[in-house]
Every structure is written in C-alpha cells, then in structure tokens.
C-alpha cells in the first residue's frame, strides 16, 4: 500500500503530546480531538468558547510541535475527516478502524529514528524486550521473530524476572520496554536501571512524557487506540505489533542477503535436512 493512500493528520500528535500540556491545554486539546464539525476555527472565536485567553491557544499550537496557532489550525483543517455515526456492518466497523489506525501510525512514524533503533538491534550483544499483560504478549511475539534472524533477543513478563535480570545489565546490552500506557513500574525500573548501569534503552509506548528523557534514549510512539470510532473493537496489541513489524522489516531490509541465508539455515534444520 502507498503512502499516498494515508491522510496526514495532527490528531496523533495532540493525542501523544496530552500528557505534557497544562490543564488549559487539554481542555483546547478534548476541543480539537473530539470536535464533530468543522465551523469558526479564528483565535477569536475558539477563545471564547473555550474561555482561554489567545496566549493559551498559542502556548498549545506551540507545544504541539507548531509555530502558533494560525499554523496548527491550517494543519487541523486539512487533515481534518468528519466523524460518523453511520451504522455498518460489524466487518466494516473493524476494517475502517484498522485503517484509521494504520493512518495513525503512518503520521507517527520517524524514519530516522527507526534507522537509529535498527543500528542498537546490530550493535548490541544481546536484547531484553519487557512488557506486562498485553504488551508482554507483543514482547513474546517480538523476541520469537527475532531470534529467527540470528539476534539474542529475550522477553521478560513477570515482574520477579524483570527485576532479576535488571541486575545484570551491562553497556553491552540493549533494553526494549514496551507500554502503551507509559505506566508500567516494572518496565519503567527495568529501563532506568539499564540506563544506569550502561545499557542501551528504547521505550515503545503512546505517551510522549518528557521524563522519560532520563532514561530512554529512544521514544518511539505508538497510536492510541483512543479518540478511534469503535476502537473498543480492535486488539490492544495491534499497535504495538504494527511498529514491531516496521523495526523487523527495516532489519531485514538493511542486511537482506546475509537474513535471507539465516533464514533458510534455520528452516533447513528444522527440517532434519542440514548437510553433514
């Protein structure tokens, strides 16, 4: 699929971004995220609607990553797709909210940070992936197709292994903590004592908080399921998974003749035909 099949929208950005504003913010924020038409949009008008002053919708476009608020209400206007109630049919439902989400992800996406991440994946000697619940599901999946491909890649779901492992991070290792919701105590202990003690750290989560500068060198965010028609409807892993599947695909692409040789080793192995 072509990227000229996605919409550019800001919607991720805000969504992202929530958790950093000031009350005001998120309250012109919930404005933006759940607005059902688009009408007067002047600074004007919104600030009297809202009740917040020009210099909050400024504060607010600013830190949504635009130069003032003129900017971010062009943007919002051309990536703007009307809310429907429409019923459908259960399939349709849950296929037009998969499309949305992959929309999401392809406005999130960081070329140059995937670029970055797949450099730790070579360099490093061996990977922890860490999750809970859901997440520890989509770390299972992650380290399984890893390991296929030749790189020490281990999951960690329980809180007592992720605790004990964290002992013996060292600068040769490279900690992976998947969270959607950024809260998790046990991955967030993981990575900052990996970070402490030398290691490599990516968080892969939807919120974009500024402390985990600290200790992450890498952010990647993930969308939300949040803010979706029927979002309900779609796997909490899906995100997670999608952005798993563009870090794969990226290794893969970088070294493709020395993978694909992997591959076939290990899937004549398995086989029992492996020469003698």
């Known amino acids: 699929?072509?990227?000229?099949?996605?919409?550019?929208?800001?919607?991720?950005?805000?969504?992202?971004?929530?958790?950093?504003?000031?009350?005001?913010?998120?309250?012109?924020?919930?404005?933006?995220?759940?607005?059902?038409?688009?009408?007067?949009?002047?600074?004007?008008?919104?600030s009297t609607e809202l009740a917040v002053s020009p210099a909050s919708l400024s504060r607010f476009a600013k830190k949504s990553g635009y130069q003032g608020y003129?900017?971010?209400?062009?943007?919002?206007?051309?990536?703007?797709?009307?809310?429907?109630?429409?019923?459908?049919?259960?399939?349709?439902?849950?296929?037009?909210?998969?499309?949305?989400?992959?929309?999401?992800?392809?406005?999130?996406?960081?070329?140059?940070?995937?670029?970055?991440?797949?450099?730790?994946?070579?360099?490093?000697?061996?990977?922890?992936?860490?999750?809970?619940?859901?997440?520890?599901?989509?770390?299972?999946?992650m380290a399984t197709r890893f390991r296929w491909i030749g790189i020490d890649m281990v999951a960690l779901r329980d809180n007592e292994n992720i605790k004990m492992q964290s002992v013996f991070l060292n600068p040769q290792n490279l900690v992976i903590g998947l969270s959607l919701s950024g809260t998790k105590?046990?991955?967030?202990?993981?990575?900052?004592?990996?970070?402490?003690?030398?290691?490599?750290?990516?968080?892969?989560?939807?919120k974009n908080r500024k402390s985990y500068e600290d200790f992450c060198r890498e952010v990647m965010l993930v969308p939300s399921l949040q803010h979706l028609n029927h979002g309900n409807l779609i796997s909490p892993q899906f995100p997670l998974l999608m952005m798993i599947d563009i870090i794969y695909a990226a290794y893969v692409n970088h070294d493709r003749v020395h993978i694909e040789k992997i591959q076939k080793e290990v899937q004549r192995t398995l086989r029992g035909s492996e020469d003698k």
Request: hydrophobic share 35%.
């Open 185 to 206: 105590s046990e991955v967030l202990y993981m990575l900052a004592r990996g970070c402490r003690q030398g290691a490599d750290t990516i968080l892969i989560t939807e």
């Open 1 to 46: 699929m072509g990227m000229e099949k996605y919409a550019k929208t800001i919607i991720p950005t805000i969504e992202a971004n929530y958790e950093r504003y000031t009350e005001t913010e998120r309250h012109i924020a919930d404005y933006f995220l759940k607005n059902d038409a688009i009408g007067d949009l002047s600074a004007e008008f919104i």
């Open 70 to 141: 003129r900017e971010f209400v062009y943007e919002y206007r051309n990536s703007y797709v009307e809310k429907t109630t429409v019923e459908q049919e259960e399939s349709r439902l849950v296929l037009d909210t998969y499309q949305s989400l992959l929309n999401k992800v392809y406005n999130l996406l960081d070329e140059a940070q995937i670029k970055r991440i797949v450099e730790k994946l070579r360099m490093a000697k061996r990977v922890y992936v860490c999750g809970r619940g859901s997440s520890g599901l989509a770390a299972e999946e």
